[in-house]
Nanobody, 127 residues
Framework: QVQLVESGGGLVQPGGSLRLSCEAS????????MAWFRQAPGKEREFVAA????????DYIDSVKGRFTISRDNPKNLVYLQMNSLKPEDTAVYSC????????????????????WGQGTQVTVSS
């Protein structure tokens, strides 16, 4: 069992930055591919980014490439999402998730493959 708790959300102006954190419980954290998803009001949940078990392989949706960076610190059981050059369309509840599917071998953008989810943190980009 893995429990995930996100933090770091808030209100930021367009062009600003935020760093989200996701803390995981459990001793097997390093065996999971970790990802961030987001869901805006009235829209379906959307994959944002994923990182493999070691942190040396990542995947991003096109709309955040070059602006967002996902990373992990296995000894601390933490996953981060650094978000720069934020836009109003990035406004959403951001959730982290864990799967045993290996990003190095398979595509990991489908939410149904994730076993564990955090409760989410609100990110609002507005002037």
């Amino acid at each position: 069992q893995v429990q995930l708790v996100e933090s770091g959300g808030g209100l930021v102006q367009p062009g600003g930055s935020l760093r989200l954190s996701c803390e995981a419980s459990g001793r097997t954290f390093s065996s999971y591919t970790m990802a961030w998803f987001r869901q805006a009001p009235g829209k379906e949940r959307e994959f944002v980014a994923a990182v493999n078990w070691s942190g040396n392989n990542t995947d991003y949706i096109d709309s955040v490439k070059g602006r967002f960076t996902i990373s992990r610190d296995n000894p601390k059981n933490l996953v981060y999402l650094q978000m720069n050059s934020l836009k109003p369309e990035d406004t959403a509840v951001y959730s982290c998730a864990a799967t045993r599917v290996n990003l190095d071998l398979f595509r990991v953008r489908a939410g149904m493959i994730y076993l564990y989810w955090g409760q989410g943190t609100q990110v609002t980009v507005s002037s």
